[in-house]
């Protein structure tokens, strides 16, 4: 399940952008297929950040949040298959991972590194 679908990205970054990326010109259809892969990809990114939180994944109500993050990465997936990549794509994209880094580290478990101790100190 994605959590935007095709009429969001097309709203979100314009037809006349979502074209350029499927490099479509004229007043062909959208190629939709590609469109739904790349969200479907970016939906499989999202439930692999936040699957060490124990989130039901799918999630259920995807919040703006999610949407926003998903149209992000489908944008990125489509732009890096054509020749319109740009900085605000790509820095854009760059923002997300290292959101979705920030939830997998949140959830990992503590080190036991040299200043953990399971047991308790005594004579404190």
Same mark, same amino acid.
């Given at each position: 399940?994605?959590?935007?679908?095709?009429?969001?990205?097309?709203?979100?970054?314009?037809?006349?952008?979502?074209?350029?990326?499927?490099?479509?010109?004229?007043?062909?259809?959208?190629?939709?297929a590609r469109i739904e892969?790349?969200?479907?990809?970016?939906?499989?990114?999202? *439930?692999? %950040?936040?699957? #060490?939180?124990?989130?039901?994944?799918?999630? !259920? +109500? /995807?919040?703006?949040?999610?949407?926003?993050?998903?149209?992000?990465?489908?944008?990125?997936?489509?732009?890096?298959?054509?020749?319109?990549?740009?900085?605000?794509?790509?820095?854009?994209?760059?923002?997300?991972?290292?959101?979705?880094?920030?939830?997998? *580290?949140? %959830?990992?478990? #503590?080190?036991?590194?040299?200043?953990?101790? !399971? +047991? /308790?100190?005594r004579g404190w």
């Open positions: 399940m994605a959590y935007a679908t095709i009429d969001m990205f097309v709203h979100e970054f314009g037809e006349p952008a979502v074209r350029r990326m499927l490099n479509q010109v004229g007043d062909e259809p959208l190629d939709t892969t790349a969200l479907n990809q970016a939906s499989a990114e999202l *439930d692999d %950040a936040f699957r #060490p939180t124990g989130a039901v994944l799918p999630l !259920a +109500s /995807p919040g703006a949040f999610i949407v926003s993050q998903c149209l992000d990465i489908a944008r990125y997936r489509l732009a890096n298959s054509s020749d319109v990549m740009d900085d605000e794509i790509r820095k854009r994209y760059e923002n997300v991972k290292a959101r979705l880094d920030q939830i997998k *580290d949140y %959830a990992a478990p #503590p080190s036991t590194g040299a200043f953990y101790s !399971a +047991s /308790p100190r």
